[in-house]
């Protein structure tokens, strides 16, 4: 256990349809990162939390959005969705400070679009 | 843009030594890491070099070359459990996040 929590592990829905993916980071982390993974792909960053403030974003469609509470945890909002969307979407927590910057991931949450 | 080149896939046999090379062309360079991802899990750390030169943590050890945008992990007595996805990254400057390779698959046989 990583101490990174993201729900549902699974989650099989249809295109054109919405899910939100929820991510709790491990405790005393303030970053939160969203990652992508679509099939023999690499992890594609989506967008980055600090302390509930939007610091980075990369790849991420117009129809994603984030956001981090006041908590800490964070929600991915995926709308609209289309078959080219199903992937493992991995969040990811690191601590404040100095340092290597090392990424702790969640499990993962496994959407599927049929 | 970023780049980050890996070979797709790689077979070694147990008990022996395998080197896993990644060479990056990025706008920035703060560091390079190396993930390690079993299939269907989360990646999980590795080792992280910001200087030129060899880290060696038990069985793994990871080298930088700054100058020529190069990096390896050399996995040494390589057990069954070691079949898993390698992954190389780097933190660029100014970022607050690492831009990832597509990872290399390495397959452990008897």
């Known amino acids: 256990d990583s101490g990174v929590t993201q729900t549902p592990k699974h989650l099989i829905t249809a295109t054109g349809q919405r899910v939100t993916l929820r991510c709790s980071p491990r405790s005393g982390d303030l970053s939160v990162y969203w990652y992508q993974q679509s099939l023999d792909q690499g992890l594609q960053f989506l967008i980055q939390?600090?302390?509930?403030?939007?610091?980075a974003k990369g790849n991420i469609l117009e129809r994603f959005s984030a956001q981090q509470f006041p908590d800490l945890h964070s929600e991915l909002n995926l709308s609209s969705l289309e078959l080219g969307d199903s992937a493992l979407y991995f969040c990811?927590?690191?601590?404040?400070?100095?340092?290597?910057?090392?990424?702790?991931f969640g499990a993962g949450s496994r959407l599927t679009v049929l | 843009g970023q780049n980050i080149d890996q070979p797709t896939e790689m077979t070694a046999t147990e008990g022996a030594i395998v080197q896993i090379n990644c060479t990056y062309q990025?706008?920035?360079?703060?560091?390079l890491f190396w993930y390690q991802q079993h299939a269907g899990e989360a990646p999980t750390f590795l080792s992280y070099n910001v200087l030129d030169g060899l880290e060696e943590k038990g069985r793994f050890s990871s080298f930088l070359s700054r100058s020529k945008g190069y990096s390896y992990l050399l996995l040494k007595e390589l057990q069954m459990k070691d079949s898993a996805s390698y992954l190389c990254a780097v933190e660029l400057t100014g970022a607050n996040n690492l831009f990832f390779g597509t990872g290399t698959r390495l397959t452990v046989i008897p």
């Open positions: 939390y600090y302390n509930g403030e939007e610091r």
């Open positions: 990811a927590s690191s601590a404040p400070g100095a340092g290597a910057n090392v990424l702790t």
């Open positions: 990025t706008s920035g360079f703060n560091g």
